[in-house]
């Protein structure tokens, strides 16, 4: 008879056999329960907790040989709290070991949940830090490509400007793009796996900083695309980095709100970076050294911050390090409980994914991108959402709006304040994502947004028909720019960052997020080359009509290949993407289609829909269901 293998086993061991077996790196998973889910096939869409069904005799001996293993004997106790509170979280009022003080933080992460220790808004505050940098980056070139291809003799305007000229203006604007692309992206994985999260923010932080200035002392394009593509190694690693390493550190139930921080912090970093370029428009000669250069300046505090936040606990656990992950676990949690319940949580899900995935090395683990089912998953969907970020449009505006504006008849000073004016409203409509990402989903916030998105670039560019002699000319394209961003803020703003660190399992997350970053910039390198050289071939219309084609392509991949995350701990999405991607699918067209029409368009109040998941056990999210419902 062939062996049977864990995770997909049924195992009906008794007590006295898993006692005997002492902690051996076999998960609670397989000592005590009754049935496990494959983590590579989950054909029956369930969503299991790992330490769902084990008795309580055997989850306290599996806890004080874990404890012994890892050099925590003197928190055998609270870690046996923690693993009660983690089996069956909507339970822990039942739980008599727990004092009141414990139980009312239990409640408050549901009642109170942006209560949380300073620690964690500190390490929030240092990941927006390091987004802003982003953002000030991307827009540093937006004013100064007004000015520096003629200084440097490949003017892309006006009666000298060639289409040669104007290759050369997107290459050098894709600089950093394709340095990430290439190169930044994909040393996130060896550097986190040396020098940890903070080490790799410290490392990219530092080509963030050194860059920006040395391209404001340039004296010809090749000098200047070449500080670029040494800052596409910094942007790269920080993004591949900077929202795994808040998504790690924060609690499920506002790990969107708070991780969603990257694109409102990228957007407000955007801000500042116009804000930028119109205070030293007017300087002289010297105002586009000054537009690159100024990027320099979020980027010291980043630098400086970063050894003040406690590691990712995740990687600790990764490494080995259990007692320091505990530690740092207490820095981010409320109570020690909390962190002796997640330690144990995360440790045993992460068993459970080392025996389906096991062993790997840097090359296998990218290649294991593409063929380990679950983590394919994984690949596919955050792929689609990092390209929807670009076939949406935004970064056309984002790169080139100066640009845009001018082509629009916009002086150079109007050009600049009106992207001022597109910065604030990009920036100003990310809030309302810190509450909505969690309530109503990633997945819902990409469905909504995308039909608005493509009417009012489509808008947008027909409004350039209206000649420029009219008042409405001006005034209406601007309105419809701003009101596109002001519907991709709250959207696929915030979502693509947030979804693709959460994704993938503990193994494969850094290089999984490097594929997913690396699809984003490499995208965002294509646009930056093509898009001069596209807007003088189709004229601003065409361009614009072009883009609003594709967020209705984006708008179709997204729904059928991307699966719901709110509310999830990273451990449990190993579940959800378990599920092939033919029944995700499937269930989408054939059942929810149908319910739509038939609550939207027919009006039918009553309308049935069959969920896609059902749950084994109580997850992490039936805790607040259970808390709310005792305080209604």
């Known amino acids: 008879m062939a062996e049977e293998k864990p995770g997909i086993a049924q195992t009906d061991k008794s007590s006295d056999e898993y006692d005997k077996s002492g902690f051996d790196g076999v998960t609670g998973a397989e000592r005590g329960r009754q049935q496990s889910v494959n983590l590579n096939r989950n054909v029956t869409a369930r969503i299991q907790n790992p330490l769902a069904g084990i008795p309580r005799a055997t989850l306290f001996k599996n806890v004080e040989d874990f404890a012994n293993e890892a050099g925590m004997a003197e928190h055998i106790p609270l870690l046996q709290k923690g693993a009660l509170v983690a089996q069956d979280p909507p339970a822990f009022e039942q739980i008599e070991e727990l004092d009141e003080s414990e139980r009312d933080a239990l409640r408050n992460e549901v009642l109170h949940k942006w209560r949380q220790p300073w620690s964690l808004y500190f390490t929030v505050i240092l990941c927006s830090i390091g987004a802003a940098v982003q953002g000030w980056d991307q827009t540093g070139s937006n004013g100064a490509n007004l000015s520096w291809p003629t200084d440097f003799g490949v003017p892309n305007e006006g009666k000298d400007a060639t289409d040669y000229n104007t290759w050369i203006v997107g290459i ?178 992460i068993n459970e994914e080392a025996e389906i995935i096991g062993k790997s090395n840097y090359l296998s683990r990218f290649v294991e991108l593409f063929t380990i089912p679950r983590v394919r998953r994984a690949t596919l969907a955050s792929f689609v959402v990092m390209l929807a970020q670009q076939m949406c449009g935004i970064n056309i505006i984002a790169f080139y709006s100066s640009t845009v504006f001018a082509e629009a008849g916009f002086g150079t000073l109007n050009a600049l304040l009106a992207s001022f004016g597109f910065g604030l409203v990009n920036f100003v409509f990310a809030w309302p994502a810190v509450w909505t990402i969690d309530t109503y989903g990633r997945r819902t916030l990409l469905i909504f947004t995308f039909p608005q998105m493509a009417w009012t670039l489509l808008a947008a560019g027909l409004c350039f028909i209206i000649p420029e002699e009219q008042t409405a000319h001006v005034g209406l394209i601007a309105f419809f720019i701003f009101l596109f961003a002001a519907f991709y803020s709250p959207g696929e703003g915030p979502v693509p960052f947030t979804y693709s660190a959460e994704v993938f399992p503990l193994s494969h997350r850094e290089v999984g997020m490097s594929w997913a970053v690396a699809t984003c910039l490499f995208w965002a390198a294509v646009l930056s080359i093509t898009f001069p050289r596209l807007l003088r071939a189709f004229h601003p219309v065409g361009a614009f009509c072009f883009y609003a084609g594709l967020n209705v392509t984006a708008l179709v991949l997204i729904y059928l290949f991307v699966p719901e995350t709110k509310q999830r701990t990273l451990e449990e999405l190993d579940y959800v993407f378990a599920v092939p991607t033919r029944t995700h699918v499937s269930y989408q067209v054939t059942k929810v289609l149908p319910w739509w029409f038939k609550r939207w368009i027919l009006r039918q109040k009553n309308a049935p829909l069959e969920p896609l998941y059902t749950f084994d056990g109580a997850t992490a999210a039936d805790q607040g269901i259970a808390v709310k419902g005792m305080a209604h």
């Not at 407000?268 to 690159?292: D, K, P």
Request: glycine fraction near 10%; include cysteine; aromatic fraction near 16%.
């Open 172 to 349: 050098v604007n894709s600089g950093p793009y394709i340095g990430s692309a290439i190169l930044g992206c994909w040393m996130s994985d060896p550097l986190n796996y040396f020098i940890g999260r903070r080490g790799t923010i410290f490392f990219s932080a530092i080509f963030c900083l050194f860059s920006v200035i040395g391209s404001a002392f340039t004296q010809n394009w090749q000098q200047l695309f070449v500080t670029r593509l040494l800052l596409g190694i910094g942007m790269g690693s920080k993004a591949s980095t900077v929202p795994i390493y808040a998504a790690e550190n924060t609690p499920a139930a506002i790990r969107g709100g708070l991780v969603m921080s990257w694109q409102m912090w990228t957007a407000f970093g955007i801000f500042l970076g116009f804000c930028a370029n119109l205070a030293v428009y007017n300087v002289g000669a010297v105002a586009w050294r000054l537009q690159l250069g100024s990027a320099f300046i979020p980027a010291v505090p980043l630098v400086i911050g970063v050894y003040f936040c406690p590691e990712s606990p995740r990687w600790y656990i990764k490494k080995g390090k259990y007692l320091k992950a505990f530690q740092s676990l207490c820095r981010l949690r409320n109570t020690p409980l909390q962190a002796a319940r997640d330690l144990y949580y995360i440790q045993a899900q």
